[in-house]
């Protein structure tokens, strides 16, 4: 077979290759971006919010900020996207 031809059949290998195009292109954050707008989830999305944040105000968003930025910890910045141009 030749170089430009692909074994569409062989869905690891092509499994495989698309996640190391993704993640040379977008980098390890971006491609979980990318394959995150594919997964549909399950249950109602809504309603588990309002659970979630029943708790969360204004004052405990900003001490969680003010905590994270203190640690220095850059893990959600969007600084570890790689720029697409």
Same mark, same amino acid.
């Given at each position: ?8 059949? $062989?869905?690891?290998?092509? !499994?495989? +290759?698309?996640?190391?195009?993704? /993640?040379? =292109? ?5 491609? %979980? ?10 249950? $109602?999305?809504?309603?588990? !919010?309002? +659970?979630?944040?029943?708790?969360? /105000?204004? =004052? ?5 900020? %003010? ?19």
């Amino acid at each position: 077979m030749p170089a430009t031809m692909v074994d569409v059949h $062989n869905t690891r290998f092509i !499994r495989e +290759k698309g996640m190391e195009a993704l /993640t040379r =292109e977008l980098g390890t954050i971006g491609t %979980v971006y990318f394959l995150r707008q594919f997964n549909n989830g399950s249950g $109602n999305w809504t309603e588990d !919010r309002k +659970k979630e944040l029943a708790d969360v /105000t204004m =004052e405990t968003i900003e001490k969680d900020i %003010v905590a994270l930025r203190a640690s220095g910890n850059t893990i959600f910045s969007h600084e570890n996207i790689k720029e697409i141009h």
